[in-house]
């Protein structure tokens, strides 16, 4: 029973983090289109007053949308001097230790996310140009980084192991929401 | 007491193996938190407005451009326009690492961005033809440098920006310095596989001339896609960002219509680039912390007043900025660094009669080092992601230092003879 819930939780998980980094996907491809776009409008005498701010906006909420698909796959930038010199106990203790000072600098980060996204929305912040409304970019923040944090978590309770780091698996590739 | 928890926060955490950006923006946290009184909640505001920027929506968007390239069998058409040009050098196509960052660097205006679009289409055909992994990082690491010194440049626009200086006058300073420094590379690649040919397999067949002129007929594409991004950035059509994203388009209609892309590795195309964009960028995110909690404390103004109150002379002052820089690099990507530095420092090295576009490209050159200088050395990490760490960070940093030498040898040409940034915008201005 235990065991069949750690597999749905790590199912459900391994579909947000797919999901979340189809939708950067999505973004980036949305900033080329917006920038092509931008520079054919000026050409036609018709210049897109939005682009600056809309690129800027799909730029952070497209970084934080693979955020989980790359702790989920373990493909962060890391020093691994020591981990690689490590082995069984110590490698076991340093990679806990690891995830522990990943989880306390992401819910830190979180617990300064939530007032500065409650300041956005109680008071309808909007971009100074385009006067789009800013709290739904800024949501990805909190949602993408909890969504971390869970991820981090189940790896750490052994819900999820680490996935192979010389899998890459593409956009059409089906590994991500299979076990 | 500020650096010990500089220095030790990051060797604690970093040496966790947990990702770096988290390690440099816990480190950035808690200095905060101790140091400027709890002030934690700037952090959530520096990475709100770093990642609202018009520029750096160039850094994905030219991932992607090398991610299209990659896909459509232009890497393998390059490699073979490019090897009977170097079959019977020593370095062989490591040489061609060099030549195409030079190139890329004239399309992409990023040192990151040719890194990773250089390294993604390099890295896997080179590896697979035998040559050695830490030399072909390193060459793309330290030819990745190329892309901030030769125009378009991110550094010199933001240097030109902040200190009312000519961005004209500035791109065309870093052309020759640029091509020196890529020459010096080239120089060095010869030597070390000249004595040591087992880093990089040696093709001992014959090239005619026709045969190398034939095999640029394979690339004309590339050529093409190079020109419509410098065309349109010279030709005031559009912005460097802008460029960017028309290069994207073209050349997805390119590698359509004469290479190998589908619609299936267009989407795989792009998915790949938000991952890597992703995992470079959750670096600069944690950079971004540390260096709002550095800054916020005005610790390097504080080290460079204290240098500029020390009397020295001229090219003694120079050569602690550079050193200083050097030190901060190892903490700082490249242009936060310098948009952080450059209040005092522009100041300090104009009053001690030091031409500003000179400044402009030693300091480009500087931050260059930074690029390629671990922790925080953003080629480096580009490239173990994009080796999927096959190759570490530290290996990389190792394989990186020859490199590194050069662009400090190429300070101290600099410095004895200035007319080699000041040549060409003399000229042309």
Known sequence: MARSFGFLVAQVLRGLAFACAIAGSLGIAAIVCIISTSVVMRKLGTPLHVTEEVVGLLLSVSL?????????RAQHVRVALL???AGGVWLRALTVLGMLLSLIFFGWLMLEIIPWFEFAYDRNLKTQTSRLLLYPWMAVM????????????????????EEKEDARPGFTDQSETMT | MFWTTLIGGLVATAGTGMALGAALGLTGLVILHVFSNGATSLAVDAIWNVFNSFTLSAVPVFILLGEILLRSGVSERAYTAFSPLFRRVPGGLLHTNIAV?????AVSGSSLSTAAAVGSVAYPEMTKRGYNKDMVVGSLAGGGTLGLLIPPSLSFLIYGALTETSIGRLFAAGIVPGLMVGSFFMAYLLVRCARDPSLAPRDESHASLFEIIAGFRHIWPILALIAAVIGSIIGGLATPTESAGLGVIFAILLTSIWGDLTFRKLLDAIYHSALLFASVGFLVLGATILAKSVSILGVPQQILETVAESGLGAYSVLLIVVLIYLLLGCFFDGLSLMIMTLPVVFPLLTGLGFDPIWIGVVITIVIEIGQVTPPVGLNLSVLTALTNNEVSLGRVAIATVPYWLIHLFAIVLLSLFPILALFLPNLLF
Do not use: S
């Not at chain 2, 960052?101 to 660097?105: A, I, N």
């Open chain 1, 64 to 72: 934080l949308l693979a955020l989980p698909m790359i702790t989920l």
């Open chain 1, 142 to 161: 909190p949602v993408t980084i909890v969504l971390t944090m869970a991820i981090l978590l189940a790896r750490l309770v052994g819900i999820l192991p």
């Open chain 2, 101 to 105: 960052c030079t190139l890329f660097g």
């Open chain 1, 83 to 85: 981990v690689n010199a």
